[in-house]
């Protein structure tokens, strides 16, 4: 690809062991199978990573394995934001001095309410304080989890005063027409859609993508999208597009970070891969039953484990 900040991406659940602890060298097996399996690049230490249930000094050795692991750095992309601007910064400068220059930034999150000029100098107070060029912002929006509203006004604001900084927008709303709008606003932007839903959509109107949850166990079935429209296969990405959706929908209603992770288990054999940090919670035995019930309805099974 000429642009490595593109195409499909997998938002990769973590491995943790039965303490509770990250599983370093179960998570990077899992970053490989995933670029094995269609993923462009794997997002790490996002929502359905658990990041926001671990520590700054946690985070810090998730940095250190990946940037460790042989992954090429441009196929990674580093979740650092934080309620504390001082953990952003300190997250940010880890990724950005262990070669990882593309940043998944969430906003400031604990105060609902606040303006879009509040939340502008969030993210210019971390850019200000880091002062480095390499640095590559891709804004996470979701307002689901943040409680926030991260206008196109503001991206296209923040653009326009970091044009070499904040380079693009993961919309994780399921709004599709401000995705577009973001699209339409800022040409060149790298406007990811969330959910896989939507990756035709944006691909067409000119977006990057998609970063996406249940892209642990999509992968394939995105990338056959994204490689479909790229080979100008017009009716070949829109089947593909109809199969990624139904998936998509498929496995929404079972909870990402619990089915991605009960998938995982099965596939590897590996019952470690159901644990998760509270408030998160395994599926129950009926919750996998249905799980099971969906996916077999579908014909759906994941790729051959590593």
Not at 252 to 270: D, R, S
């Amino acid at each position: 690809m000429s642009d490595p900040l593109s195409g499909v991406w997998s938002a990769a659940v973590t491995p943790l062991h039965d303490d509770l602890t990250v599983n370093l060298d179960a998570m990077v097996g899992h970053h490989k199978w995933l670029l094995a399996n269609g993923c462009d690049g794997v997002a790490v230490l996002g929502t359905t990573g658990e990041a926001n249930s671990f520590s700054t000094r946690e985070r810090l050795d998730v940095i250190a394995a990946a940037a460790n692991s042989g992954i090429a750095k441009e196929k990674l992309l580093i979740g650092t934001g934080c309620c504390a601007p001082t953990d952003t910064i300190e997250l940010t400068r880890a990724a950005l001095d262990a070669g990882f220059n593309q940043i998944l930034m969430l906003p400031p999150f604990y105060y609902k309410g606040v303006s879009d000029d509040g939340i502008f100098a969030s993210f210019e107070h971390v850019i200000q304080q880091l002062a480095d060029d390499r640095l590559r912002i891709v804004v996470y929006d979701f307002p689901l989890m943040t409680g926030l509203d991260i206008s196109v006004d503001l991206l296209v604001r923040l653009n326009k005063a970091y044009p070499d900084t904040i380079v693009g927008v993961k919309d994780s709303s399921g709004n599709w027409p401000a995705m577009q709008a973001v699209i339409q606003a800022i040409p060149g932007f790298r406007t990811f859609a969330g959910t896989e839903q939507y990756l035709l959509a944006d691909l067409q109107a000119g977006g990057a993508g998609c970063i996406t949850a249940t892209g642990n166990a999509t992968s394939n079935l995105c990338q056959a999208v994204y490689s479909a429209h790229l080979a100008g296969d017009k009716a070949g990405a829109a089947a593909a597009q109809e199969i990624a959706t139904a998936t998509r929908l498929m496995l929404q209603p079972h909870g990402a970070v619990p089915a991605m992770k009960e998938l995982m288990a099965q596939n590897t054999g590996n019952g470690a891969w159901r644990n998760m940090r509270p408030p998160l919670m395994a599926l129950s035995g009926d919750g996998i039953a249905a799980l099971d019930q969906a996916c077999r309805d579908m014909g759906f099974k994941l790729a051959e484990a590593a």
